[in-house]
């Protein structure tokens, strides 16, 4: 049975990063004429951008199939255009309510409007957490130098052989630090406090380091340079002193949230850290029937853009065949 004559979907797709976008490539080439939200611009809590995190990314050198690199918007409008090639449907609007006790389940949009649909692929992602200063986002919007993700651009020429900075203190930016000093002259970890919060193989992993310098008791207070970082001011929390550092490269290593404050109250499980819970952990299966999540919206370890991409694939996969035991064709 065809249920779109009586306006229901059969897959709708909320999200347009990597995960989102595949997924919609897979569903559309599966002929389950899918519907993607791609989501409308926002600056707060932090930015969020329809394409996700690789907005945000000025050169992306890791991504199979592009030898010569390519930045993370082109990437994102490559990704767009393939899925419309086979006629995905791309609707710039969130979805800011669902109801999945209903079948076929709610969504809501902005607009207040409701879509109706059989199966729903979740890929909303999540945002990384800035500190919210103006220049740390000119320059994150502009390729200026300050990045949320070192995996992502620590191995970019403009970063070797330079002095960088960190932001944050638990596994996440010792993580970031040790990578970063596989290219660069001198990383230097700026905490708040005077200790640090990562476990303590973490901890000394990057202490022993001679690359590590650390900077204790200091936040950043502004982001100098014109069109690139030249240093970061610090201020002092318990003297209040300003002084600037020197750097070519500042990364934001104070976590990520996930895209998730739609959800609330829609009976979907989250696990300790707030990322959605998979049934099953290879698959993309939620706890409600119908229901389906990939990309970094339920994966807080790897968080990048082919892991998403192949999330995407692996949902579109499992909706598709949901959708066949269901008698949905």
Not at 1 to 12: C, F, I, L
Not at 163 to 175: K, N, R
Not at 204 to 211: A, E, H
Not at 235 to 264: M, R, W, Y
């Amino acid at each position: 049975m065809n249920d779109q004559t009586n306006n229901v979907e059969r897959v709708t797709i909320i999200g347009s990063g990597p995960a989102g976008w595949t997924a919609a490539i897979y569903a559309a080439r599966a002929s389950l004429n899918p519907i993607v939200y791609e989501g409308l611009p926002k600056q707060t809590p932090s930015i969020q951008l329809p394409g996700g995190q690789l907005m945000l990314t000025t050169e992306v050198e890791n991504y199979p199939g592009f030898p010569e690199g390519v930045t993370g918007p082109d990437m994102m409008a490559q990704f767009k255009k393939q899925a419309q090639r086979f006629d995905t449907r791309v609707v710039m609007q969130d979805i800011v309510r669902c109801d999945f006790s209903k079948r076929p389940f709610e969504l809501h949009t902005a607009d207040n409007k409701i879509v109706r649909s059989h199966a729903v692929i979740i890929a909303t992602g999540a945002s990384a957490n800035w500190m919210g200063l103006e220049n740390e986002m000119r320059f994150a919007q502009s390729g200026g130098g300050v990045s949320a993700c070192a995996v992502c651009d620590g191995a970019l020429p403009v970063f070797r052989d330079q002095p960088l900075a960190v932001v944050g203190g638990g596994d996440t930016a010792m993580e970031e630090t040790a990578y970063l000093t596989k290219f660069a002259s001198k990383v230097y970890v700026i905490h708040r406090r005077d200790e640090l919060r990562a476990s303590k193989v973490m901890q000394q992993r990057v202490l022993d380091n001679p690359k590590v310098e650390m900077v204790w008791d200091s936040v950043v207070s502004d982001v100098l340079g014109d069109d690139k970082i030249t240093a970061v001011q610090l201020k002092n929390v318990k003297t209040n002193e300003l002084s600037d550092l020197p750097v070519k490269g500042l990364f934001i290593a104070i976590g990520h949230t996930p895209n998730t404050q739609f959800l609330t109250d829609s009976g979907l499980q989250f696990d300790d850290t707030g990322y959605l819970k998979l049934k099953e952990g290879f698959r993309t299966l939620t706890n409600i029937d119908g229901v389906f999540a990939a990309g970094d919206v339920s994966d807080s370890t790897y968080r990048q853009a082919i892991t998403a991409a192949g999330m995407g694939c692996k949902a579109a996969i499992d909706a598709e065949r949901w959708l066949a035991d269901q008698g949905i064709d």
